[in-house]
């Protein structure tokens, strides 16, 4: 991995060592993918500050995120299917993150089950949760979680219904693949791939095969979506989670000031400003152009966590000085884990590190406290006055 200069690097190849149906899964956005575009460029958009003669000799990355110390402001976002960029991926990734410090969030649509990840990893992960039909394996979900004593329930509120992929309907993407000439001769020219799938404990979602009625052999994300996620999703449903769930809840998935008020009475410890990675409302705002406005208004009430678009040290930056305490990261450790496994998922995180230590040093900030939209050449209008950071509240549970 020496040659390997940046995320970017990583992502070229993992394209070349993942069949194109998963790689595309990871990679695309919803319809025309004009949010999955936006957060990047409007994440570039935002120009840093050179700062000269400032003594920056002794910076520091780490910061807290829900109370727990960590290295680098980072935690690995919910990535489902995980599984299939490489085999045992998600057990693979965990392992990466616990060993650098960092939360890992396991994706109720993994490949690896809960119980397959908690066996395999020594410290807690977060799981993440849908607000699905069938309440009684919801409510399972939630108890397996608690079982493997997993820090944190990360309920996602925005896929009550599924945005259009137009890859994975060309692609035909399916666990395990469908049987398709070009598919075949994808996964032929890819053995390194196909033995990692072939060693790996599962070749189909861990999490649901054999739990819920008529879905025992399901493996198409789009039907167990269209059968299973419900459209009736409400704040109600949150008090219903809160009664079950004995720990920290993140609700992810808040794109709209209103919703961020509401979310931030909820009890949740914690949000995250997203738009699912350009995957669901195509045209929604990007992530960053929300997050100013949502920290203005709840930034002293609730912790908030920013995921969309971060692909640099700078992006990370960028994110902290218009008020999140730290980033979610899904396709940059996507394609490391595509590449190189858990060796790659491992130099994501170094490369984004890294980049972030020389964004402060050339922004004259020699600690994570000190990034505010004062390291920002044209901060947007909501924070133009720095917004002093309350302490964390403690909650129940």
């Given at each position: 991995m020496k040659s390997i200069a940046c995320i970017d690097d990583l992502?070229?190849?993992?394209?070349?060592?993942?069949?194109?149906?998963?790689?595309?899964y990871a990679v695309s956005g919803s319809y025309s993918e004009q949010t999955l575009h936006a957060n990047t460029d409007d994440l570039a958009a935002l120009k840093l500050r050179q700062r000269v003669m400032i003594d920056v000799d002794r910076r520091d990355t780490s910061t807290t995120i829900l109370g727990e110390k960590v290295p680098v402001p980072?935690?690995?976002?919910?990535?489902g299917l995980l599984g299939m960029q490489h085999g045992d991926g998600e057990i693979l990734?965990?392992?990466?993150?616990?060993?650098i410090g960092i939360p890992f969030t396991l994706s109720t649509m993994s490949?690896?089950?809960i119980e397959d990840v908690a066996a395999a990893v020594e410290k807690p992960f977060w799981f993440q949760l849908y607000v699905i039909r069938d309440r009684g394996f919801m409510k399972a979900l939630i108890e397996r979680a608690a079982e493997a004593k997993c820090s944190a329930l990360v309920l996602t509120v925005d896929l009550q219904i599924l945005g259009q992929r137009h890859r994975d309907i060309r692609n035909g993407m399916t666990v395990p693949p469908e049987i398709r000439?070009?598919?075949?001769?994808?996964?032929?020219?890819?053995?390194?791939?196909?033995?990692?799938?072939?060693?790996?404990?599962?070749?189909?979602?861990?999490?649901?095969?054999?739990?819920?009625?008529?879905?025992?052999n399901v493996n198409s994300l789009a039907e167990w979506t269209s059968q299973q996620f419900d459209p009736s999703l409400n704040w109600r449903d949150i008090e219903w989670v809160k009664s079950i769930w004995p720990g920290?809840?993140?609700?992810?998935?808040?794109?709209?000031?209103?919703?961020?008020?509401?979310?931030?009475?909820?009890?949740?410890?914690?949000?995250?400003?997203?738009?699912?990675?350009g995957r669901q409302l195509d045209g929604a705002a990007s992530s960053i152009s929300m997050l100013p406005r949502i920290a203005d208004a709840v930034g002293d009430d609730?912790?908030?966590?920013?995921?969309?678009?971060?692909?640099?040290?700078?992006?990370?930056?960028?994110?902290?000085?218009?008020?999140?305490?730290a980033c979610m990261i899904g396709r940059p450790y996507v394609w490391g884990l595509g590449a190189y496994g858990q060796a790659g998922v491992a130099k994501a995180v170094d490369l984004?590190?890294?980049?972030?230590?020389?964004?402060?040093?050339?922004?004259?900030?020699?600690?994570?406290?000190?990034?505010?939209?004062?390291?920002?050449?044209?901060?947007p209008f909501e924070q133009k006055k720095p917004r002093k950071k309350a302490p964390r509240k403690k909650q129940n549970g």
């Open positions: 992502r070229q190849v993992a394209a070349r060592k993942v069949p194109r149906a998963f790689y595309d980072l935690a690995l976002a919910p990535i990734a965990c392992r990466a993150a616990q060993q490949i690896c089950s000439i070009k598919n075949i001769i994808d996964i032929a020219t890819k053995p390194a791939w196909a033995w990692s799938i072939l060693k790996g404990k599962r070749k189909t979602f861990g999490n649901l095969a054999g739990h819920v009625k008529g879905m025992e920290k809840l993140i609700l992810k998935g808040i794109l709209d000031v209103e919703d961020a008020r509401i979310a931030a009475q909820s009890g949740a410890e914690a949000m995250v400003v997203s738009n699912h990675g609730i912790e908030i966590l920013f995921d969309g678009g971060v692909r640099t040290g700078a992006d990370i930056e960028r994110a902290l000085a218009l008020g999140a305490q984004l590190q890294k980049e972030l230590h020389v964004t402060m040093g050339l922004t004259g900030v020699g600690s994570v406290a000190e990034i505010g939209p004062n390291v920002l050449v044209d901060p």
